[in-house]
């Protein structure tokens, strides 16, 4: 199938600083992903769509400017949470569709000291 | 309003034997359905898919049954292993929509 990467897979930062997550579609073109949060022993919550060359469509409750996100590539979204704080360390997944399938990331841990 | 349930948070089988793991949802224009396997702390795993025009698809141990009058798929994994033990989710789409995905089953593959 195919293969969506993330970077990093986990990182650790300091309350105030701003932090970005990298995902890409490594063998196929995504006009659309998709970043999702997971907290522990729950289920995937959909944060918002990534759309190539446009503005990103957030999910109720998700702050966007918050939580940056850009699709400058067919290969390439990036998530970035500004001005981290503690409850936003979780555990960020993107996906990627390519044709019927979505196919998701590995993942990254963020810790927010 | 949920649009694709999975009523059971959890599920215990011995191994060896069958896993039946159910998915129901309520949009009628939903055409395509897709299962993933998560383990934790890693991003979900494309297992297995089917189509509305198809009521069962198999994969190996895997085999997925679809009920459109129900609204319901189920998903089957024989012989169940330990390696199994995961979270399910089931995921539909309608006419290559976004998916919708439900909230997950843990399944818990006892040796």
């Known amino acids: 199938g195919a293969v969506v990467s993330q970077h990093p897979s986990w990182v650790i930062c300091k309350s105030g600083t701003s932090v970005k997550i990298e995902c890409r579609s490594l063998?196929?073109?995504?006009?659309?992903m998709f970043w999702y949060r997971q907290f522990p022993k729950q289920s995937l919550m959909l944060m918002a769509t990534s759309n190539e060359g446009s503005k990103a469509t957030y999910e109720q409750g998700v702050e966007k400017d918050k939580f940056l996100i850009n699709h400058a590539s067919l290969t390439l979204s990036t998530l970035t949470v500004t001005s981290a704080h503690p409850e936003d360390s979780s555990f960020y997944i993107c996906s990627a569709r390519d044709f019927d399938t979505q196919y998701f990331g590995p993942g990254t841990r963020l810790t927010v000291l | 309003d949920q649009q694709v349930k999975q009523n059971s948070p959890s599920l215990s089988v011995q191994e060896g034997r069958i896993s039946i793991l159910n998915c129901d949802y309520t949009n009628s224009m939903f055409d395509y359905f897709l299962w993933y396997k998560k383990y934790p702390a890693e991003g979900p795993t494309f297992l297995i898919s089917?189509?509305?025009?198809?009521d069962k698809n198999e994969d190996g141990r895997f085999t997925v049954f679809l009920n459109k009058s129900a609204k319901h798929l189920s998903l089957h994994i024989v012989p169940s292993q330990p390696g199994d033990s995961a979270v399910y989710f089931c995921?539909?789409?309608?006419?290559?929509?976004?998916?919708?995905f439900g909230p997950g089953t843990r399944l818990s593959v006892l040796p």
């Open positions: 995921a539909a789409s309608a006419g290559g929509q976004n998916f919708v």
């Open positions: 063998d196929f073109q995504a006009t659309t």
């Open positions: 089917i189509s509305s025009i198809k």
